[in-house]
């Protein structure tokens, strides 16, 4: 599409009472980043209440006409995704504006191909617009869906604003406190109204709610997300307090609490809990376990089914979940593990469900039965739950799909560790309606990481692994092999399982970030990666997390079997090389003494380097000799590298995670977050 232009959605596609909206953008550094909005405007061009505005801190429509999916890893860079049910938008919403905005002084100018795409409820991509030359604006109006009568058309927009986000949704109408350190009081406030009555709570009689948080420690006051609306104007006058205005400002989270000493006698007994896994003996039980396990707690627990489902194309409405059903196909009935079904305004959403655990692996004709089924019996998904994670481009199960079909069937795949960050992010971040639901919640999480259940994500580098590392140790490895390029493609697998876990522990966004051209195909980054493996000897990644000062990179060199977790801070500006030196060594205070420190010159491939250990009672020597221009500095932290393929204690796999697990926690979370003016203030007295 171009700038002005618009389209029916009913003349593309039959599918249209569900979409997806993707919002797109790369970065040559692969740090840049945005975030999407979307506004419900009435007849006016206004919203009709604060509540019309979805943003990261509301995230989610009451009624599940829109919700914000959050972000996707691409080859280039990272796509943001929203969920809108057509049929479920207030009658008085006439349009629908879609936005982007960047954080503080980032400039959309900095991002390479700026687009947004649609996807109707299968997921065949509809249309694609590109914004060309966004320049120095902070926020930009990518597109709107519109009324035309009974059916809704899109517009391509590409209207930027230098006022940020609170600019745009100021001129439709919201009501913004932007104010940052009101914001900061009040929260400060509110932490401490929080903590009198938790104290409370815990000395008030017949109200133990330890065992509902699944912690033993009283639960979190949970915060609304969704803003309280206007009053309306002939509301009964008096002394009201005013209503909550959204705020830009993001929100932090709070980890959970240390759990409280235990009640039992001695370690060896163990807690009673919902969902049981010791009668597990074999994989076909540990799939059916676990098909109802989940498929329970998402009809249970609405904010997680819908989680899980709005990407799929699922309305908001009321859901039902089954196991063991029995479908007729040919001479032999096929019996799918799982099925799941929503029903709004009369209208029915069913999907069905093939689950693997134990790292087993789907089977493509089995697969295919059901999406055949699926076309016949005009239902809308197949969705496929394994160990394994999905990537870009490179399908998990192949499949044929007859086009000539009026029906069409959309083939989605879950992993357990999509499941299990869900959970996460849900009961420890989040907040979810009720306590019984946060319990819910607690003991499906539970479940999935018991060592019996099967549902450990994926766990297995495949069987090319060995051979790759003993033709790289005796340098008989050669290009073009493929055992290489199944060993990228599980390296990828393993990264995005990484990032998952990362950002279920911390409650934020941590994303793969790419380094390639725009519009490179996955498949031939990952032919480079395997040839540039056969060459090196080594694995790369880069992370993006939220609130870090730059990318969080990790190595596995295959030749000296060490893992190597680093991190680059800028040098700030102005100020005085030693005055930088001794602050970066103060802040590290608590950093593992064999952290290595070494200093980036502008010109050069690295300047002076040593352990922290050493360098604590000598900052200067972290100062070039020549008086060369520092540019700043890479922290570095060294482990060695598990042996065997797998997840056990000594495999590949969980080295990769305690890796990660201790540079974050130990190492980056001292850069988290920007110094305040005070805190620096305090580091500049101390220095």
């Given at each position: ?352 469900v093939e689950t693997k655990t134990n790292g087993n692996a789907l089977k493509s004709e089995q ?69 019984a639901h946060a319990w819910l919640l607690q003991e499906l999480l539970q479940y999935l990481q ?223 977050a920007p110094v305040s003016g005070r805190a620096a203030a305090r580091e500049r007295a101390a220095?």
């Open positions: 599409m171009t700038m002005g232009s618009n389209v029916s959605l009913s003349a593309l596609s039959e599918h249209v009472g569900s979409a997806i909206v993707s919002l797109g953008w790369s970065s040559p550094s692969g740090q840049g980043d945005a975030d999407v909005s979307v506004l419900l405007l009435g007849a006016d061009g206004k919203v009709r209440g604060d509540t019309d505005f979805y943003f990261y801190n509301n995230p989610v429509a009451a009624d599940g006409s829109v919700q914000l999916l959050g972000k996707e890893p691409t080859g280039d860079g990272s796509e943001d995704r929203i969920s809108f049910d057509l049929t479920a938008v207030p009658a008085d919403v006439e349009r629908i504006v879609v936005a982007a905005s960047r954080y503080g002084t980032a400039r959309f100018g900095e991002l390479d191909d700026l687009r947004v795409t649609l996807a109707d409820a299968v997921g065949e991509a509809l249309l694609r617009f590109v914004v060309e030359d966004a320049g120095e604006v902070s926020a930009i109006i990518f597109g709107e869906l519109y009324r035309r009568g009974e059916e809704w058309k899109f517009r391509a927009v590409g209207q930027g604003y230098e006022s940020g986000l609170a600019g745009l949704a100021t001129d439709f109408g919201v009501d913004i406190e932007d104010d940052a350190a009101q914001a900061e009081a009040e929260a400060e406030a509110q932490a401490d109204a929080d903590a009198e009555a938790e104290a409370e709570a815990a000395t008030a009689d017949g109200e133990d709610t330890a065992a509902v948080s699944g912690s033993g420690a009283p639960p979190r006051t949970v915060l609304e997300a969704v803003p309280a609306p206007r009053p309306p104007a002939d509301a009964e006058a008096g002394p009201k307090k005013r209503a909550a205005r959204p705020r830009t400002a993001k929100k932090k989270v709070t980890l959970p609490r240390a759990p409280v000493k235990s009640l039992a006698e001695n370690e060896s007994w163990k807690q009673a809990r919902l969902f049981p896994v010791s009668a597990l003996k074999s994989d076909r039980d540990r799939e059916m376990r676990a098909t109802s396990v989940l498929l329970s707690v998402m009809a249970q627990v609405p904010e997680f089914g819908r989680r899980l489902t709005a990407a799929f194309g699922a309305p908001s409405g009321r859901m039902e979940t089954f196991t063991e059903v029995s479908l007729p196909h040919g001479d032999t009935p096929r019996r799918p593990d799982g099925v799941i079904r929503v029903e709004r305004a009369g209208k029915l959403w069913t999907a069905l697969v295919q039965a059901y999406m055949d089924i699926a076309a016949r019996r005009g239902y809308e998904a197949v969705i496929t739950l394994s160990n394994d994670v999905a990537l870009e481009g490179s399908p998990l199960v192949d499949v044929k799909i007859d086009r000539r079909r009026k029906h069409q069937v959309a083939l989605w795949h879950l992993s357990w560790a999509e499941v299990a960050h869900q959970a996460q992010m849900l009961i420890r971040h989040e907040g979810v309606g009720n306590a018991h060592d019996n259940s099967g549902c450990h994500g994926f766990q297995n580098m495949g069987a090319a692994w060995v051979p790759v590392r003993n033709g790289i140790d005796d340098e008989t490895l050669c290009q073009g092999d493929p055992r290489t390029l199944e060993v990228v493609e599980s390296w990828e697998r393993l990264i995005r399982q990484v990032c998952l876990r990362l950002g279920g522990e911390l409650g934020q966004k941590v994303l793969p970030a790419q380094r390639t051209r725009r519009g490179t195909d996955p498949g031939a980054r990952r032919v480079r990666l395997a040839d540039q493996l056969c060459l090196e000897g080594r694995l790369q990644a880069e992370l993006r997390v939220e609130g870090a000062p730059g990318l969080f990179a990790v190595s596995a060199d295959l030749r000296t079997a060490k893992l190597r977790t680093s991190l680059e801070i800028p040098a700030p500006e102005p100020g005085y090389p030693l005055t930088w030196a001794k602050r970066l060594i103060r802040r590290l205070a608590d950093a593992p003494a064999d952290l290595h420190v070494e200093t980036l010159v502008e010109g050069e491939t690295g300047g002076p380097r040593g352990t922290l250990e050493r360098l604590r009672p000598e900052p200067a020597d972290l100062l070039p000799k020549d008086g060369a221009r520092i540019t700043g500095f890479r922290l570095s932290l060294f482990k060695g590298m598990g042996s065997g393929r797998g997840s056990a204690e000594s495999g590949f796999i969980r080295s990769v995670d305690d890796a990660v697990h201790r540079f974050y926690t130990s190492v980056v979370v001292h850069f988290d220095v």
